[in-house]
């Protein structure tokens, strides 16, 4: 796993405002769509990416079939999608996306070239992460056992 500062990590998410989700899934109990539900609740706007569901809706957004059809303001892109895929989306997203700053690949995503060319262009890169528990961490979310468990205790008290 690739080490990046605390600092460095919520620098980045203390500046995100607008997050396209590439490969999120409409299915609730899949972690790309708990992932996108979260940033959501947290006030990011995610802009949703999938082919398959190009046109539908997940979490009050329209699906886009790829980065080329998201806005411009997209300043961050999370990808949900194996390795071999990053190259080519990391260059639909440095063509497309005029306001990009962050190029997040998920938990088990790495691809040191492409992480390499997007530094070229002045993009930070976080490989093998997952922003919403990078999230939880740094802004003291996490409690005993991973997850805030306020919610769960308050029910049994």
Request: glycine share 8%.
């Amino acid at each position: 796993m690739t080490e990046y500062s605390d600092s460095f990590l919520k620098q980045i998410l203390n500046r995100t405002r607008v997050i396209a989700i590439v490969g999120v899934s409409p299915n609730p109990v899949r972690p790309s769509y708990f992932v996108a539900r979260y940033l959501k609740l947290k006030g990011f706007r995610i802009i949703p990416v999938n082919p398959g569901h190009a046109g539908s809706e997940i979490l009050g957004e329209t699906v886009r079939a790829s980065l080329s059809e998201c806005p411009p303001d997209v300043d961050m892109v999370d990808i949900f999608r194996r390795s071999e895929h990053v190259p080519a989306l990391v260059d639909e997203a440095l063509e497309h996306l005029p306001g990009l700053r962050t190029i997040w690949l998920q938990i088990g995503v790495t691809h040191a070239e492409s992480a390499r060319r997007a530094g070229d262009h002045g993009i930070d890169t976080v490989q093998d992460r997952c922003p919403k528990m990078e999230y939880q961490r740094l802004f003291g979310e996490l409690r005993r056992g991973g997850v805030n468990t306020g919610i769960i205790s308050s029910r049994l008290s």
